[in-house]
């Protein structure tokens, strides 16, 4: 089916094509994107290839969802109803997100003359061979390959042999607008439940947000923590840990605090629909990932003026607000000592943990606004349109 009928309508027309919109960073950014090109005086449809997901609730209603049902493993009817929804929608341009959509879209679409432009939100090391030739296959129908971070576009560069004037990179970008001082309070004496004997520096918070999933190896914060509660200069400290989010992992995390006796210390908090006051009540933030592309997590944070600790996980370390005059957190090694040694240094020194928590705020709400991602994206989408014309 070759479809090259451009919309007759002056205003430009975006299709957003994702697997679904589960709770994940780039399901989040989708949504930022879609509502905000609707505010833009786009028309703007979302394509979720399997089902909606449980952040589809938060579309504007001004963006049109579509769902294709795609069935587990090899659906080969997928790319009929894919080429017919996008028949029906004709876009002037197709931004794709994740592996699965950027596949399936441009192998549906390969007949016909729409742009795709298919953003790759990581360092995808576990791709096998057949993938990564896939990927090279498919750049030739992709009008440009967005990277979120330049780890990420340097993999595409030299592991997959993507062209170098295919691959436009655009970091990440949050509502900073969210992130008004005085968030958390309440949430971090509840989740503190300090008693009225133990001072407010020895007080601390530390948490993380994101998926139970193996990539975010929950296992090695919550090794750091178990090295934080052996160390004699921190006895005196009241060190709690949160961790927000759901996945697969949660039984075996649980069984870990368990066998490390750190229930009276670590908790799961599940999924929260209040991150921005999240983020707010906690001291630190850390990040313990195996791989990452470029985490909202961490540019939330440090939004919120908490500073984080990351661990060296693919484009975590371009997340950290960083200039001459400060920055707004550290990158560590993959290992539980190295985290909790980036802490402890925290905690021992309350000045720097404030210094830090104010220089990422001013940094975060100088250089991490979703307006800043979003317009880079426009003129790469308007770029699109015109070549077409």
């Given at each position: ?86 028949g029906q929608i004709a876009p002037d341009v197709i931004n794709s997100h994740l ?18 432009i298919a953003t790759e939100h990581s360092r995808d090391v576990w791709k096998p ?210 985290i909790a040694v980036a802490i402890r240094e925290m905690l021992l020194d309350p ?39």
């Amino acid at each position: 089916m070759k479809i090259t009928a451009k919309n007759s309508s002056k205003q430009p027309v975006v299709a957003f094509c994702i697997e679904e919109l589960s709770v994940g960073g780039a399901e989040q950014m989708l949504i930022a994107m879609a509502n905000e090109f609707a505010h833009r005086n786009w028309r703007v449809h979302v394509v979720c290839l399997s089902k909606a997901g449980e952040l589809a609730i938060r579309l504007r209603e001004a963006v049109t969802l579509h769902v294709l049902n795609k069935r587990r493993g090899l659906d080969l009817m997928l790319p009929v109803r894919l080429q017919r929804t996008i028949g029906q929608i004709a876009p002037d341009v197709i931004n794709s997100h994740l592996w699965v959509a950027n596949a399936w879209t441009r192998l549906s679409l390969l007949g016909n003359s729409i742009p795709i432009i298919a953003t790759e939100h990581s360092r995808d090391v576990w791709k096998p061979f057949h993938y990564r030739w896939m990927d090279k296959f498919l750049s030739r129908r992709t009008y440009q390959l967005v990277a979120v971070s330049e780890d990420a576009a340097d993999f595409y560069r030299s592991t997959i042999a993507i062209r170098d004037e295919l691959i436009t990179v655009i970091h990440n970008g949050v509502d900073t607008a969210l992130y008004s001082e005085g968030k958390g309070l309440k949430l971090r004496e509840k989740w503190l439940n300090v008693d009225s004997s133990i001072s407010e520096d020895c007080s601390v918070l530390i948490g993380t947000v994101g998926r139970l999933v193996p990539a975010k190896n929950h296992f090695r914060l919550l090794e750091s923590i178990a090295f934080l509660r052996r160390d004699k200069a921190l006895s005196e400290f009241h060190i709690r840990l949160k961790i927000v989010g759901e996945g697969p992992e949660r039984s075996r995390i649980q069984q870990r605090i368990d066998q490390l006796h750190l229930a009276d210390a670590v908790s799961l908090a599940g999924t929260r629909h209040d991150i921005p006051d999240v983020l707010a009540a906690f001291d630190i933030f850390v990040l313990s990932s195996d791989r990452e592309g470029h985490p909202l997590t961490a540019l939330e944070a440090q939004a919120a003026g908490t500073p984080v600790v990351l661990t060296d996980a693919g484009g975590s370390g371009e997340t950290i607000a960083h200039d001459a005059s400060g920055v707004g957190g550290v990158l560590v090694e993959k290992n539980a000592r190295a985290i909790a040694v980036a802490i402890r240094e925290m905690l021992l020194d309350p000045q720097l943990r404030q210094r830090r928590a104010a220089f990422a705020r001013h940094y975060a709400h100088t250089h991490f606004d979703k307006q800043t991602m979003i317009d880079r994206y426009e003129r790469l989408f308007m770029r699109s349109l015109a070549a077409r014309d």
